[in-house]
């Protein structure tokens, strides 16, 4: 299995929303970016009672308004909008990041793990607003084991009208990762979901480190350091990013970069790492 860290939703580039995704009543809120061919906007997408509209309209003082389009990808939580039969949690990517995953051979039965940059927020006199002083941090938010992967022309035969409104199903647009219907490791199935969200913010999904005041440093568990000829986590060649601090991996994170791969097989413990954290979100309330 190899296991994908991959960055999504509001980033700090202006067409990517210019602002963090919210933590909100201590759930996490993950911003699609704006853009896309489709013609959802961020008022047809819901997390419970919280309209998206608003929340964009407030974070980024009116500079995306609640009308605009968006490139709503990846597709995780079933309650984002209504569906049509036959939904599953998909996610598309294509360009340069597209060939980075086919190098490495990202394929049926591998695991994304999306993460992106939050912030805590509240309502203060009617409106959405960063609370004073709260940290800038990567988070993981949610999940996806690949259950198929369609390319153009493949997808169109594939009869999954429900994905019409997926903005990698209009013309050529890149690669399609669907998800499984059950997760699934070194042969043995789980009675977990194979995609969904982290809805409740905890520190197992917490990247940044504590003792960083950038975002972008990491720490992670202590196998995560490059060990003998194994590849380290793609885009990460240079071991001078990897340092330890006990049973940790301090990591500078590639400023660049959507997609980061861990292949397993050479990082065994990454495999259970994942699952701990898919069973705490599937028993999370």
Sequence with gaps: MRIILSRKGFDSGVKAGGVASPILDGKLVS???????GEITYNDLYFGRH???KIVEDLTHGRFKRSRSVHFDPDLRRGTRKRETGWRPIFGQAGAAETHLRNYGVTVGDLFLFFGWFREVELYNGSYRYKPRAPNLHILYGWLQVGAVLTF???HFAKISWADYHPHFYGAFGTVYLASDYFRIRGQSYDLPAAGTFRNYDDLLRLTDRE????GVWRLPRWFYPRGRC????YHRDKASFSRRGNYSIIKSAARGQEFVLDSREYREAESWARRLILKAANAT
């Design 31 to 37: 911003l699609p970016i704006p853009g896309g061919p």
């Design 51 to 53: 309209s998206f509209g």
């Design 153 to 155: 022309p493949e997808r």
């Design 212 to 215: 960083s005041v950038s975002r």
């Design 231 to 234: 590849f380290p986590l793609t």
